[in-house]
């Protein structure tokens, strides 16, 4: 059985770890290992939530089980349910379509210059973190000179809506995308994120 305390507290290291060396996949296997009863999300999604909700913050479920998974959470966590433009935490599971995670993104809270930390962090169910997707490369604090990522989500539209919010730093939303191997990866607002563009071949 997971331990609320000691499991949830290596997991978050690990989440902090990643958050702090963007482009590092953190694997939370162990503690979603010992996961039991787990409904409407990802087992890491899951670890996410009981690791970031609590009384005091809001969150926002999108998917087409949105209900009955909000509902799960808040009585799991006791954290409450709130409007896409006013959750602290969004959810965006895997079977949300790419317009819904744009939709998310847009619509998110990017925190004021007075308070930047009242922004939302975005959590977001993908096919994979560590391959078979996108091609990404992340540069910024944290990163030597550059880091690869692969990540298989449906459409590349994120990519440019993310800049755009994250436009006027310290402004800005944080994004985590976890996958069905139990894995993580993390993109604060202060990485920069392109897509690598095929190498067309050379005669």
């Known amino acids: 059985m ?14 902090v ?11 939370l296997s162990e503690e979603a290992a010992k996961l039991d009863g787990v409904q409407g999300c990802l087992p890491a999604t899951f670890l996410l939530a009981q690791m970031l909700l609590d009384t005091e913050v809001t969150f926002k479920v999108v998917s087409e089980r949105e209900k ?3 509902y799960w959470l ?3 966590t006791y954290a409450k349910e709130a409007a896409l433009e006013e959750a602290d935490f969004i959810f965006v599971l895997q079977d949300a379509s790419p317009e819904c995670l ?3 993104i847009e619509a998110a809270k990017v925190g004021e210059l007075k308070d930047p930390h009242s922004s939302s962090t975005v959590i977001v169910e993908s096919a994979g973190v560590a391959g078979g997707g996108t091609k990404l490369r992340f540069t ?10 692969q990540l298989a989500i449906g459409g590349d539209e994120w990519i440019d809506a993310r800049a755009e919010r994250n436009a006027e730093f310290p402004l800005g939303l944080d994004l985590m995308f976890t996958d069905a191997s139990h894995r993580l990866l993390a993109v604060p607002r202060t990485t920069q994120v392109v897509k690598e563009e095929k190498q067309p071949w050379v005669m």
């Open 102 to 104: 744009l939709q998310a």
């Open 17 to 27: 770890d990643a958050m702090a060396r963007p482009g590092t996949i953190a694997d």
């Open 68 to 70: 009955e998974t909000a």
């Open 140 to 149: 910024g604090p944290g990163i030597q000179s550059s880091a690869a990522a």
């Open 2 to 15: 997971l331990d609320r305390v000691h499991d949830i507290q290596t997991a978050y290291r690990r989440v």
């Open 74 to 76: 808040s009585q799991l």
